[in-house]
């Protein structure tokens, strides 16, 4: 058996707890006895584990259950698991505990921890906050993103942009120039393709050419991340003109 202790507030005689059946307080009490005091490494069957902090507990409801089991007469008494997913609930509705479920088990934290776990005078053993935990969660879930594979950009799909790019406006752009590779790289791999790039070029090219947003038909402003999307998804100016005069509008030009 572990050794140590918790607070047990005198207040809590007073409180709407108190008032629930036995099986809610008896809950609350195993949960602030079997949380950790310190951070653990919880062991998974992959190559990494899952850091639990002081004031949590991965556990399940079965597990629950049996912590809080009695016996009476003679006979052990066992609450179902319904009944404990029940305490949980109203616990987590009082703003007691926190309660996140994945595939490695119910993860349950103690909101406030160091009120219960801290003895005056002594140093608190919570060293992170519930929020700081879903931080954490958040920044894990970021890597696994960043984990998944991305779409495979070679050298050619950049030469062949910039060479669709300099035959449209008459430029003469670099596919070896860093600046350039990079910001179409950066397209590619956010799953846009090579025709996507074109299609921007020739939507701008058709808008700009022979004005003076001609010098604005560059790779850093038509792939910049602020620009791409919304030039890929314009209509096309040529489209919108020939509609509007199948439509019966007068379509009038200087000659």
């Avoid at 009082?94 to 490695?104: H, L, T, W």
């Amino acid at each position: 058996m572990r050794k140590g202790f918790t607070k047990a507030w005198r207040k809590e005689l007073d409180s709407d707890l108190w008032l629930m059946p036995p099986i809610y307080h008896r809950v609350w009490y195993c949960l602030r006895q079997k949380v950790q005091h310190q951070k653990f490494l919880f062991p998974t069957n992959r190559t990494y584990g899952i850091w639990v902090l002081s004031g949590q507990r991965i556990t399940s409801y079965q597990e629950i259950a049996e912590w809080c089991k009695w016996s009476e007469w003679g006979r052990e008494k066992l609450p179902n698991k319904k009944t404990i997913k029940t305490v949980l609930d109203y616990l987590k509705q009082e703003g007691m505990i926190d309660v996140e479920g994945n595939a490695k088990g119910t993860l349950i934290s103690i909101v406030k921890w160091d009120t219960y776990n801290n003895a005056d005078g002594l140093k608190s053993n919570g060293e992170v906050t519930v929020s700081g935990h879903k931080k954490r969660m958040l920044k894990n879930e970021k890597k696994k993103e960043e984990l998944k594979p991305k779409p495979i950009v070679v050298k050619h799909d950049v030469v062949e942009v910039i060479d669709f790019l300099n035959s449209t406006t008459g430029a003469k752009y670099k596919s070896s120039t860093k600046a350039t590779a990079t910001i179409i790289t950066a397209r590619l791999k956010e799953g846009f393709t090579v025709d996507d790039l074109k299609s921007v070029i020739t939507k701008k090219s058709k808008e700009w050419l022979g004005g003076d947003m001609a010098q604005y038909l560059r790779p850093s402003t038509l792939f910049a991340p602020k620009n791409f999307e919304g030039y890929l998804n314009k209509p096309d100016s040529t489209q919108s003109s020939n509609k509007q005069n199948e439509g019966g509008l007068i379509n009038y030009s200087c000659t």
